[in-house]
């Protein structure tokens, strides 16, 4: 078997990636020793487009250029398969002073190089040193059966049919090549953030597989004017919906008046009141929402 073939094979059969957990020490930090000093963690390894990397003796470092520029630049520090050997290594990718960081390189031919990435560094103009906040990690990681693991600013590159699953929001996410979609999470019971004037006998929103569901019996202190709307609470954190969602709820006053619920894609819940109808203190408003989520 030659080298391509085995990149060809085991590239396509096995994920890239460091071995580990998002939790897990990184890979690359500084403490600011040295000059413009990187350093790279023992015990730490990856596969690299079927390729195996370990630094299993001590750590290293990796020294910055200078800038001198009068902007501050953004470097990136990646792991580098290079077609000319197959070796992998750890690299750095100065970026342009103003600008963002730099792209990897992902040449998918016989040459060239193929890059994951490990952090982002900050250099400041005539940095001489670097600080630990200076590092940002954009590696993800393989999990004990190969599983992408990650967090959201540690995502791979889009790729159809690529799932992966996100430690942070406890996730699994499906790409079709330019967007992710999850496909299996579970937020539990969670509620509404209740805007001031609200009690609650009941405040619920789940989270299942994209969908939510709220269920509500709210009661405000004041009174509703008609054809308002007032502000119910707010939906936790990656619960919103795509577009503005409305509903139905009663609120018990005489035979139980219908009412709007509505939530918006800010994630706000609100009762809007018809036109010659406004609600009195004190009465429950009943009602549930389900919508797709926006992530």
Known sequence: MTQRQHELILGRGMATGVHGHPDDSSVVYANGAGTRQVNVRASKSALVEGYFWQNDAVEFSKTL????????????VVLRLSRSDYSVS?????????AGA?????A?????????????VTVAN???TLASTDVVRRCWYLGEDGMILCKAATMPPPSPGRVVYRTDTDQYLLSNGTTWSPTAEDSGLLSLALSSGWTAALNRVQKRNGTVVVAVNVTRSTTIAAGTSVKVGQLPAGCYPTFDVPGQASYGAGNGEAVRLKVTTAGGVYVETPLGLGINAGRALDGSLTFHAAS
């Open 108 to 120: 998918t031919g016989t040459s060239g190089w193929w890059e994951l990435p490990l952090a982002e």
């Open 102 to 106: 730099p792209a990897t390189t992902n």
């Open 126 to 128: 005539n940095a001489t």
């Open 90 to 98: 750890v690299q750095v990718v100065q970026g342009t002073p103003g």
């Open 65 to 76: 250029a200078a800038n001198t520029s009068g902007s501050t630049r953004i470097d990136l």
